[in-house]
């Protein structure tokens, strides 16, 4: 029995309205139609490996083709003309996978011999069932987070869904324990940073502006570099670092086996074994990352129950004073090329990313996100614009602080026990805060923005005056003003919210008033209504709970 990815329909897409087409589709056709796809829609790691593979397909077609020794000559008049024509060609796809799966078979998914992504013989390897593979499905002593998937009851997958599920193990997996006499399985190389993958109009924009010319952008593919599935031999177990980047967005982080149903048409076993372990310190180029007081990058790493909007100096890669902040590469070539004088000057902005990443504790799987991020190039470009936003996110912590005050002073009034640790913890004030902001919210008459809006319409002041001039930094002073109004109503919202229950007696409505009297807002606001009142409405409060 085979499955060939070439042909067989296995990649969930969502098609540009106007086209319209089939859910699932192959590979010849993922590539061909890009132009006409506006996204994958698997769930958020097969989404973002599926990504990785068509990037490495469309480097090996366009960027280092087979018949050159390297990627030294892809540049921009390649790029561009490539970009103006608008789509992939049909002819040099095809004639690759006739090559490489009609001639060598090297996209069947159950070959005997040279299975893709897969081992035909893993040494030494675990057995289980399916959800191996899929990382939202618990399993062994791993608690239900996701789901309440056992060893014992675990369904099947169709040939499709193994398929993506081995695309996604291969990039995500987690190192850990592999049992007695196996080797220990190491991290693969997506698992430990965010993957900042700009959208674009469709999937043939998305390839490109992922896959940027300028070579500080991109990782480099050399004479040596390869996919996997051009390897002569099978990927052996032995540590190593990639090659270039082909090699890296193919890396075979596991063996893996796929074990048939009796009737065959499913897969409901697993062998799988450590694969080739990662040791480079090449960082991928759609990584944000920090540096160590060294110097030393490192990437981003997603953090539980923290947005990323609170983070968006790090991942935006400001370079504020202590400079330790690099974002995608991708980030600042694309903030060059379609600023003014660049050749994408005329094209839509803000740029839609897609944030795929994971938080683990160790080898179990904490927490897997998919954010919607929206990139503003202008914010790269300008220095006044960038301490604007630091300023914005470090008055909301600031904010979250003093709401973290005033409950903890009402908790330590009504705690019967002193323990007022707890009774903060059980009123989940800061999470109220932070959702607030993250969604926006009614406050009495008006509709406050989230982070995401008040960030846009900061962007927007890119175009107030030169760069220097006194006019944009009074209007930057003036939208930070009205941000520090936002989170100061966010915390009078979440804090009403936490003690709304506590209205009963006497003694805990003074609790509440108490609490609320330690319930000031930050300096920038204050300052703000000091020179503002009677005279600004948009900075005045509207409510008497402000």
Known sequence: ??????????????????????????????????????????????????????????????????????????DEQDWFELWERGHLDSGRVHDYFD????????????????????HPNPVKPSEGRTNWLVPVWAKGNNETLFDHTTDDAC?????????????????????????????????????????????????FEALLLNTPPARFARMRSGSDDLPTWEWDELPDSTPGAETGYLNFLTWPSRHIRLLKSEHGSEIDAVLIAQGKKWISDIHDPLWARRTKNDGTPYPFKLRKEQALWREAPS??????????????????????????????????????????????????????RHERLVLHTSLLRSQILQSRVEAAVDQANRQARILRGALYTFAQRISTDGDAGSVLEALQGERRYWSLLETGF?????????????????????SVGAETSDARAEASREHLFQWTRTIHRAAVRAYDEATDAFVGSPRDMEAVALGRTRLSAVEAYSEALAQTENSSPSLTPTSSHD
């Not at 009614?442 to 890119?462: K, Y």
Request: hydrophobic fraction near 40%; charged fraction near 25%; include cysteine.
């Open 442 to 462: 009614e406050f009495g008459s008006d509709r406050e923005h989230d982070f995401g809006t008040w960030l846009e319409m900061l962007a927007g002041l890119a």
């Open 315 to 368: 991942w935006l890669g400001l370079q504020l004073e202590d400079k330790k902040h690099l974002p995608p590469s991708t980030f600042q070539w694309l903030a060059n090329e379609s600023g003014p004088g660049g050749d994408l000057n005329d094209v839509d902005l803000p740029w839609n990313i897609d944030v795929f990443g994971l938080a683990n504790d160790k080898a179990k799987w904490e927490l897997i």
């Open 155 to 203: 369904q099947s997958l169709s040939l499709a869904e193994a398929a993506r599920a081995v695309v996604e193990t291969q990039a995500w997996a987690l190192g850990g324990l592999a049992g007695p006499g196996r080797l220990r399985f190491e991290d693969a190389p997506l698992s430990r940073g965010l993957v900042f993958w700009i959208r674009g109009g469709n999937l």
């Open 1 to 74: 029995m085979t499955f060939d990815l070439t042909r067989e329909p296995w990649i969930p897409v969502r098609w540009i309205a106007s086209e319209g087409g089939p859910p699932e589709i192959d590979l010849r056709k993922a590539l061909c139609e890009a132009h006409r796809i506006r996204e994958l829609t698997a769930p958020p790691l097969q989404t973002a490996a599926l990504y990785r593979l068509l990037q490495a397909l469309f480097i090996r077609l366009y960027v280092h083709p087979e018949e050159k020794r390297d990627d030294e000559d892809w």
């Open 99 to 118: 090559r490489w799966q009609d001639q060598r078979e090297r996209f069947d998914l159950l070959h005997p011999e040279r299975p893709f992504y897969g």
